[in-house]
């Protein structure tokens, strides 16, 4: 049987200064494992900025062929919005994936995700990658992050009584026909994008399982540790009261 295929998207914001060896790994070790695409879809950044994603995508294009010319978003959108624009443009794939640009995670974990993927029965249950094995020393982070995303994890749980303890691990996998039943539904297209969408996929019958990966964190992250969380907790708050008016 041939591979389940992949369509991988990696939203840019302001990334020229990072994304260079992550992306020339990332696309080798996809050409190896073959029936992937990879697309960067840049956030709406200013020109200047685009032009030097240009220069680094372009030549990587002729080398790869499953590397899709970029996205590029008139104005930026979120997180969310970039993951989004790139998975409703994708072509008719099993799995819709997203992975950060800063190469935090690396091409070798998201190539062990896309094969765990590949080796489920039916039905396909959604793949959250986590750094929530807080003693593994493969998980490098600042204790800031770290204690906000332990923090964090706990209020998504709690707040909507759905057992995970990361939720904002920059990869994840998710079968594309499931994605496709909820994409009208979602709204939230910021840093908690990917809290929505676990909800979602949840209430709609698609299981999901959380898996641990090597993880070590890159400088130049551009999240704000409070204003950013703030933000999202009020997100995860609106996700709540829309749940509780459907039901
Ligand atoms: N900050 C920010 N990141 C975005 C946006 N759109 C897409 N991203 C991407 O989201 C991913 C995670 O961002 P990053 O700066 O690594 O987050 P951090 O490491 O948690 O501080 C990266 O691939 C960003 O380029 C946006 O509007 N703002
Ligand atoms: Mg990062």
């Keep these: 049987m041939p591979p389940a295929t992949v369509h991988l998207v990696i939203p840019c914001y302001q990334e020229s200064g990072r994304i260079g060896p992550f992306l020339t790994e990332l696309c080798e070790v996809t050409h190896q494992l073959g029936a992937v695409t990879v697309q960067v879809v840049e956030d709406g950044s200013d020109s ?9 995508i372009t030549p990587l294009c002729h080398q790869y062929e499953h590397l899709l010319p970029p996205l590029f978003l008139p104005q930026n959108l979120g997180k969310g919005g970039a ?15 997203f992975v950060d ?3 935090s995670c690396s091409a070798t974990e998201v190539a062990h995700l896309i094969r765990k993927a590949r080796q489920q029965p039916a039905p ?23 204690l906000m995303g332990r923090i964090f994890g706990t209020l998504v749980s709690t707040l909507l009584h759905i057992p995970i303890h990361d939720s904002q691990c920059g990869l994840k996998l998710v079968p594309r026909s499931a994605y496709q ?5 979602l709204r939230i297209l910021g840093f908690a994008f990917d809290v929505e969408l676990l909800a979602a996929l949840h209430d709609s019958g698609c299981e999901f399982e959380e898996v641990s990966i090597a993880w070590h964190e ?7 540790l409070i204003r950013d969380s703030i933000r999202m907790a009020r997100d995860v708050l609106a996700i709540r009261k829309r749940r509780a008016h459907k039901k």
């Excluded at 200047?48 to 680094?56: L, W």
């Excluded at 993951?83 to 994936?97: F, I, M, N, R, T």
């Excluded at 890159?218 to 704000?224: A, L, Q, S």
């Design 83 to 97: 993951v989004y624009a790139g998975w409703d443009q994708a072509p008719p794939v099993d799995w819709l994936a």
């Design 218 to 224: 890159t400088p130049g992250g551009h999240v704000h």
């Design 101 to 103: 640009a800063d190469g």
């Design 124 to 146: 396909l249950t959604a793949i959250f990658a986590s750094r929530w094995d807080q003693t593994s020393t493969k998980v490098q982070r600042q204790w800031k992050r770290r």
């Design 181 to 185: 039943r909820i994409a009208p539904n």
């Design 48 to 56: 200047a900025e685009a032009a030097r994603m240009r220069g680094i």
